[in-house]
């Protein structure tokens, strides 16, 4: 009994080591730094005059920063500049210490707007006094970890350590410093889960054996629910099948099938893209909208209709490719994460166990979110074509060779301007601001981008 006991301990242990080197790597550094002899990048902001701030240790790796005698002090170490934009999961840890009294206070912030002046910037709290309850001494330094992730897309990410103490006093003959404080930094670590939660445009969603990161959220309670549509080969193999569809129960039925989320951070229009195509009865329909706030719960979140019942009542039934009818959705959303959903329901034929009324069923198929274009110019998207400066204020270069026919679209699709250009250089100082499409036509291709005129 005690050998198979063993055995299994051990085979636990084996178990569990394997975990954390899955965990581990997974895992990537982003910055490790132990300020050994340097600064790594990092910058010392004095917000007090005169008192003592960060400096390295000079007998051991680390900072330190002390408070002053009789008077308050504010103490700021700055990051260097971190680029967030890829949407990994980041977190921070790194050791703390505290020696002598208590009389200090430590927070721990990050911020996307800082320049160089740590009172401008929008600072956000990763950890507020996070050396409260630790008790003092340089052999009590613990690990802290900001455990829940930065909600971060930025490029310009800083993190910042703000040390903080009303001072510290001598009293008595001879004079002894009274509530004097220490605190010291060690091994600070940022790291990437390597993982991006946060798809890029152009986005389309996968879909080819499962719904893939798409949630489900059946708030009526009905039986049937939004499903990936499987499809097998003649060896009764699974298939790539980019679609997904649903039954209606001939209930009541609010059933969301909602993206991850997706960075729409850049200016310019975006839309939603799909096909779509219904069977035999027009029972509910599908809705599309879109969240900035989406976190798990779709009850809790705000959503914005771009289209609601937007298969038309006239379109024809069947699945069949010719069936499928394709739609747009034109959105000027502006966030860096929005999750757009499509829903169905509610049921709108009476409700009834008449097996004579059929079920509807509904599919959808390759689902984007793209750049827009207007429908004027689509068919001209062959190829980009480099601009600068982007944004504009009176001349735009072009970067083609030869001659070349210029046209220029506001998002509406309307044309605003054309012109032939042969130096690579067109004259927009005449376009109100805003956002703007160029098609670029040499005699062998035709180019497009976009560009804003301020």
């Known amino acids: 009994m005690k050998t198979i006991t063993r055995m299994k301990q051990f085979i636990l242990t084996a178990i569990l ?9 997974a895992q990537e550094i982003m910055h490790s730094t132990n300020w050994e002899g340097s600064l790594s990048g990092w910058t ?8 003592p701030t960060w400096v390295l240790r000079s007998n051991d790796a680390g900072l330190e920063v002390v408070n002053t005698v009789d008077a308050a002090s504010i103490e700021w170490f700055v990051s260097p500049q971190f680029d967030f934009s890829a949407g990994d999961t980041y977190t921070v840890e790194f050791e703390k210490g505290w020696n ?21 910037a929008s600072w956000q709290v990763l950890g507020e006094d996070i050396l409260n309850g630790q008790s003092t001494g340089w052999k009590n330094f613990n690990s802290y970890n900001t455990n829940n992730t930065i909600p971060s897309t930025s490029p310009n990410v800083r ?16 004079a002894v410093a009274v509530n004097k404080n220490r605190v010291r930094l060690k091994n600070f670590v940022l790291t990437t889960s390597g993982i991006n939660p946060i798809k890029l445009i152009p986005y389309g969603a996968g879909w080819e054996y499962t719904l893939d990161d798409w949630n489900i959220e059946n708030l009526a309670g009905s039986a049937k629910t939004w499903e990936h549509k499987d499809k097998f080969d003649t060896n009764k193999d699974p298939v790539p099948n980019s679609v997904v569809f649903i039954t209606d129960s001939k209930s009541d039925q609010d059933d969301w099938l909602i993206s991850p989320a997706i960075k729409c951070s850049d200016v310019f229009q975006k839309e939603v893209v799909f096909k779509a195509a219904w069977k035999n009865q027009q029972s509910s329909n599908i809705s599309v909208h879109y969240s900035t706030d989406y976190a798990g719960d779709k009850a809790t979140a705000s959503w914005t209709t771009l289209g609601s019942d937007v298969i038309p009542e006239s379109h024809a039934f069947g699945f069949s490719t010719s069936d499928y009818i394709s739609l747009s959705f034109p959105t000027d959303v502006l966030a860096p994460k929005v999750y757009f959903a499509i829903s169905y329901g509610p049921f709108k034929a009476p409700i009834t166990d008449d ?8 599919r959808v198929m390759d689902f984007k979110v793209q750049e827009y274009y207007p429908t004027a110019i689509k068919n001209n998207k062959i190829q980009s074509v480099k601009l600068f400066p982007n944004p504009a204020t009176s001349i735009l270069n072009v970067d083609v060779t030869g001659e070349a026919e210029v046209e220029i679209y506001n998002v509406a699709g309307q044309l605003v301007k054309a012109a032939s250009i042969r130096s690579n250089q067109v004259d927009v100082s005449d376009l109100n601001p805003g956002q703007y499409i160029i098609t670029v036509k040499l005699s062998d291709a035709v180019y497009i981008n976009r560009f804003i005129k301020k």
């Open 44 to 51: 010392v902001v004095n917000d007090v005059a005169d008192s």
């Open 159 to 174: 993190i910042a350590f703000k040390y903080a103490s009303t001072g510290f006093t001598m009293e008595g003959d001879p």
């Open 100 to 120: 002598d009294s208590q009389n200090g206070r430590l927070d721990v912030y990050y911020a996307e707007d800082y320049a160089g002046d740590v009172s401008a």
């Open 17 to 25: 080591m394997l975990c954390l080197v899955s965990v581990t790597n």
């Open 355 to 362: 097996p004579d009324i059929s079920q509807n069923e509904i």
